[in-house]
């Protein structure tokens, strides 16, 4: 396929990574508040491997994206993998601990139902933000990369507003695309085009709901 050069342009501006970092970061120290009841682990050991994986990240990159580097990709998908599967783990525990009888205290589950919620956001918040059109390398105009097709067509993207030519989405933008998501279940004001994106939209569904029903089973089960 024959490269399509970008525009030549003069602004200074690079795509900020500094919000994507902050979210995981904080995501990964509320994973040490995950209650031992639903995770027999001790609750350092994910949190300290999504931690591994994050500091050559923001080593290379600790505001803006600037250095980009091949196997760089490779770590954020795998901090990705590492975030989405430590969800699942805990929404594991968590079933199993309603479905054990020990499901007696009710601050426990919320409190766990929470923490996974909150996660699940936050991982396909930055999932979206690393897939979408090849990546923040691939989006920016500034980076000489080929940009590829939009996977996911945001309301900006065909508005005549003035003010709006060439809007970019930022971090912000997939956060919340995956908070609406995450809580309607289904996309709202931003469509999913491609294969991919459905997929990664429809398994943050899945957990979401999952998580959601548990609460929502015991809610039951006590009144």
């Known amino acids: 396929m024959t490269k399509v050069p970008k525009p030549a342009v003069t602004s200074t501006r690079h795509t900020r990574r500094w919000p994507?970092?902050?979210?995981?970061?904080?995501?990964?120290?509320?994973?040490?508040?995950?209650?031992?009841?639903?995770?027999?682990?001790?609750?350092?050991?994910?949190?300290?491997?999504?931690?591994?994986?994050?500091?050559?990240?923001?080593?290379?990159?600790?505001?803006?994206?600037?250095?980009?580097?091949?196997?760089?990709?490779?770590?954020?998908?795998?901090?990705?993998?590492?975030?989405?599967?430590?969800?699942?783990?805990?929404?594991?525990?968590?079933?199993?601990?309603?479905?054990?009888?020990?499901?007696?205290d009710g601050a426990v589950l919320v409190k766990a139902a929470v923490l996974i919620w909150t996660t699940n956001v936050v991982a396909f918040g930055v999932w979206f933000w690393e897939v979408d059109r090849g990546g923040p390398f691939a989006r920016a105009p500034e980076h000489e990369h080929e940009e590829e097709r939009p996977d996911l067509l945001f309301p900006q993207m065909t508005s005549d507003v003035p003010g709006w030519a060439g809007w970019l989405p930022g971090f912000t933008d997939y956060l919340y695309v995956a908070f609406t998501n995450a809580t309607a279940f289904s996309p709202t004001d931003t469509m999913p085009l491609t294969a991919r994106l459905k997929i990664l939209m429809a398994i943050q569904s899945i957990i979401a709901l999952l998580t959601v029903a548990v609460v929502a089973a015991r809610a039951v089960n006590v009144l």
Do not use: K
């Open 20 to 104: 994507a970092s902050l979210a995981v970061l904080a995501v990964l120290g509320l994973q040490l508040a995950v209650p031992a009841a639903v995770v027999p682990l001790p609750r350092w050991v994910l949190p300290a491997l999504g931690a591994a994986l994050l500091v050559p990240l923001v080593w290379m990159n600790p505001f803006h994206l600037r250095r980009d580097e091949p196997w760089l990709r490779w770590v954020e998908v795998a901090l990705l993998a590492v975030l989405v599967g430590i969800n699942a783990l805990y929404l594991v525990g968590l079933i199993f601990f309603l479905t054990s009888g020990q499901a007696n």
